[in-house]
């Protein structure tokens, strides 16, 4: 409810419950001004404008004193006795320690409600860094928290400043992934139309028929699409590859593919894979022997076809070729097992296989 003031402004009347005393004669003492009403003579003024439930209640405190007759001083000074009592500050600051953002609560809306509380504290000069301090513990996103417990020289405005800055950032990325999900869900929930000359049948048997036959087309459609990109190699049509015409191969200088699709490298060879149905442990097997004709004589060799020379011990030298011309060298050996072999001589010697001679330099 307002009333206009002399034809110029609005005096809103007070409402107990609704707007608070202290604000509201704030208000009227203003308009008092603005009109220049001074004296006794806002007493009249005041009586009318609190209202018909402050007025009531204010008689019933005067104790039959007709309030018309009281003087504006003594007037506002019940109504604050009445509406605006004085506050215990122990009890105003326990209540502002306890103050905690609430679920749905903005940012914003928490630190309004902090500044109204933190009026009635007498806090002083300290009054900004409480503000700070039961902003940031009572606040309820904890990655905020953590990131203004570690700001150095952190202060009220900042903090409120930060805060509200990662409020946003978060609810616009929030929202950002709803709607990915919603478009997501939009196309896996969207079917294509049925072609002509079918009918859809119902029951489990022909769900489970349709199911059948749509994972068979899936399968096969897999299949078809099983392509390989002459330009990079990826798994997909040159048409859709990430690479241009433009891309240079680093092997042959020529543009349109990349050095690993490159025709022109030489193709790496590669062992062929095969199962393997038997395993035995090559410290449990035998070895493999030949017999061969060296220098007319037979000799029994241990097959190793990893190896660069044919080598044999001193003894086994001195014993079948007696005679032969034994040359010195500093030719240095390594096994498999990384283990050094002593050579001390060659020979060049003549081999006998499958009705053949062969011209070989062993070692011993």
Known sequence: MAEKFQGQLQIEVFTPGVSKLERWLQRLEGTFQILDVKGEARAPYLLHYIGPTAFDTLCDHLNGIEPATQ???????????????????????????????????????????????????????YHKTALRNQFVFGLLNKRT???????????????????????????????????????????????KPARKGTTQ??????????????????????????ATCYRCGGEHFATKCQYTAKIKCNFCDQRGHLKRVCFKKKPVETNQI??????????????????????????????????????????????????????????????????WIKVEAFSDIRQGMDSKTYNYTWCK
């Open 71 to 125: 003087s504006y001083v003594t007037l506002l000074s019940k109504l604050k006795e009445l509406y605006a009592p004085a506050t215990l500050e122990i009890a105003e600051n326990y209540k502002f320690t306890l103050r905690k953002q609430q679920a749905g609560e903005d940012v914003q809306s928490f630190a309004t409600a902090l500044n109204k509380l933190s009026q009635t504290c007498n806090f002083g000069t």
């Open 145 to 191: 928290q953590a990131r203004l417990l570690e700001t150095k020289d952190l202060t009220y405005d900042k903090a409120l400043q930060t805060a509200v800055a990662m409020e946003l950032s978060e609810k616009s990325t929030q929202t950002l992934h709803n709607q990915q999900a919603t478009t997501v869900d939009y196309i896996q929930a969207s079917k």
């Open 201 to 226: 049948k119902s029951g489990r048997e022909g769900y489970n028929k349709n199911t059948s036959k749509k994972n068979d087309g899936q399968k096969s459609s897999s299949k078809k699409n099983n």
């Open 274 to 339: 095969e199962e393997i149905l038997q395993l035995e442990h090559f410290d449990q097997r035998d070895k493999f022997y030949t017999t061969l004709q060296v220098n007319n004589q037979s000799i029994q060799f241990e097959v190793d076809s990893g190896s660069a020379v044919t080598i044999m011990e001193k003894e086994e030298a001195r014993k079948f070729f007696k005679g032969e011309m034994m040359y010195k060298t500093g030719l240095k050996l390594v096994s498999f097992c990384k283990t």
